[in-house]
């Protein structure tokens, strides 16, 4: 039979900034009346707020009224959806509903913004909900942890939970901007201050020996809460996830997914330890453990690994997590962790890939895992600790 075929093709740029800034709400700080987009009238703008900043921040929403009145950038729409936030915000229906009714209810359209201030789980979720209403209307990421900074408000993706599985239903949208204001991190917890560092040491493994020298020789710093170095180690770090996105395959569209190094553990353990656990300090066990197993195959020299576990301990990062030996023998018991293998392969499609490094700065992808290799690794760093 006869078939008449038309190839539809076309290109779409993608163009966002990353602005670093301190006090962003500040009246003398033109940071965000800057980003704006002229327009015949004041564009709309309605706050999403994370609970936890705002007890942290109790004039912020202030704040950002008088700046929107002084600076006339923007109309500001009150009042503010403020939401408990961290990793149970992405669990349930509830939170994204509201912020649905909320860019329904004040007519939030696509020349409107909605500014999300908060944690890397609240930035997921309201640009989540951003994307899918009106089938998306332009984001603000105003992250507030150090994991946000470096990591998850930077780049392209929106998600929640469900079915068990982290991130399940998600898009692939860019935020109209990201701000960065060093401000919120000064009144994080130790944990969420440390948390986040473990991304940095992340991208660093992978792609910028230097960086990761330099993480290395300020682990005392760090662990000082010192805040210049911080705001270097976030610049940096964002700056090489931004690279990577611009620079490989920021929609996933392959079965390589290289910024999530040491993820496939960190994802499964998170669930498992019914997220008690942090994200960055999921990632930086799954870090330990990839490179564990990389040292025990001989990919991996032992000096090299020992900088790798010396850097994340010097930190104050713990290694193991009882999770880690759940069902170890049994690795296809969905309370294993090594299930999360195959929930890792079918979250991207395609056949499994999991990058490992045989050295810092040299990444490379394997297709297999050798699980016997991988329960050796997870009792050694259990033995370790």
Known sequence: MAMRSIQQAFEVRYSYPVHCTHKLFDLANPCLAAIFAPAPSLPKLWVVLDQAVAEHHPTLLAAIAAYAQASQAFELVEPSLVLAGGEVIKHSSEPLQAVYAGINRYAIDRHSYVMAIGGGALIDMVGYAAATAH?????????????????????????????????????????????????????????????GIAEAIKVALLKDPAFFATIEQTTSALQQRDLAVMQDQIFRCAELHLAHIAGGDPFERGSARPLDFGHWAAHKLEYLSEYSLRHGEAVAIGIALDCTYNYLLGDLAEATWQRVINCLMALGFDLYHPALSSYLDQPMHPQSLLSGLTEFREHLGGQLTITLIRDIGQPYDVHTIDLSVMQQAIRYLAERA
Request: glycine share 6%; no cysteine; aromatic share 10%.
């Open 135 to 195: 089938r998306g209307v332009r984001l603000i990421r105003v992250p507030t942890t150090v994991l946000a900074q470096n990591d998850a408000a930077v780049g392209v993706k929106n998600s929640i939970n469900a079915f068990g599985k982290k991130n399940f239903l998600g898009t692939f949208a860019p935020p109209y901007a990201v701000l960065n204001d060093s401000h919120f991190l000064t009144t994080l917890s130790e944990r969420d201050w440390r948390s």
